[in-house]
């Protein structure tokens, strides 16, 4: 079973901020990927990555960019948030697609 | 457009019983199906998968079915136990790293 932790768990921001959520895997695996899902709706993948210096635009449309610069470390960052991005994200790795590991998600909250 | 349906939002099923959840899906081009599970406050765990050339995949008190003509699958849970209650995503990939998604079934096991 993957190990992947996000950080933090919850968060309140005003409008306007910047915030960087963090994820954090130890399993080692190449694949790495960003989800946005709001309550009763469906996971909509945000942006993914390859490996190392790989990054890619998912199918939903995201304000937010990522950086792949470690293998274990796949950080999101909103330059300025706005309530529109209140939701939930959830970080996932996998040696492939079929089988991803989440992590707990980060609940964020823009006021 | 959805190209993963989850029709019904909710099931409620008495301990003991059959669940039966249901997916359908729109793309010819899907090869493989997953289900997972999702806990509040977690993120989504694997439960089970079905690759497009079976029609039937079983683990324990898990079992996927696979109707490719009705582009539709389901996945039974029996006998069905309180620990079972979460909500159940439907997700599907077409050979690309990336994996669609249903809108998921709250499902509430009754004693």
């Known amino acids: 079973e993957a190990d992947i932790y996000q950080t933090p768990r919850y968060l309140v921001i005003g409008t306007g901020k910047k915030i960087t959520l963090e994820c954090s895997q130890t399993?080692?695996?190449?694949?790495m990927y960003w989800y946005q899902q709001d309550p009763g709706m469906e996971l909509h993948l945000i942006h993914y990555?390859?490996?190392?210096?790989?990054?890619e635009k998912g199918d939903l449309s995201s304000e937010s960019t990522v950086s792949r610069i470690r293998t274990e470390h796949f950080p999101l960052t909103l330059e300025s948030a706005r309530p529109s991005h209140t939701s939930q994200y959830l970080c996932?790795?996998?040696?492939?697609?079929?089988?991803?590991?989440f992590g707990p998600g980060t609940r964020l909250t823009v006021t | 457009d959805q190209q993963v349906k989850q029709n019904s939002p909710s099931l409620s099923v008495q301990e003991g019983r059959i669940s039966i959840l249901n997916c359908d899906y729109t793309?010819?081009?899907?090869?493989?199906f997953l289900w997972y599970k999702k806990y509040p406050a977690e993120g989504p765990t694997f439960l089970i998968s079905?690759?497009?050339?079976?029609d039937k995949n079983e683990d324990g008190r898990f079992t996927v079915f696979l109707n490719k003509s009705a582009k539709h699958l389901s996945l039974h849970i029996v006998p069905s136990q309180p620990g079972d209650s979460a909500v159940y995503f439907c997700?599907?990939?077409?050979?690309?790293?990336?994996?669609?998604f249903g809108t998921g079934t709250r499902l509430q096991v009754f004693p």
């Open positions: 997700a599907a990939s077409d050979n690309t790293d990336k994996l669609i």
């Open positions: 399993m080692g695996h190449d694949k």
């Open positions: 793309n010819s081009m899907f090869d493989y």
């Open positions: 079905i690759s497009s050339i079976k």
């Open positions: 990555s390859y490996g190392v210096n790989s990054t």
């Open positions: 996932a790795t996998g040696l492939n697609p079929y089988e991803q590991y």
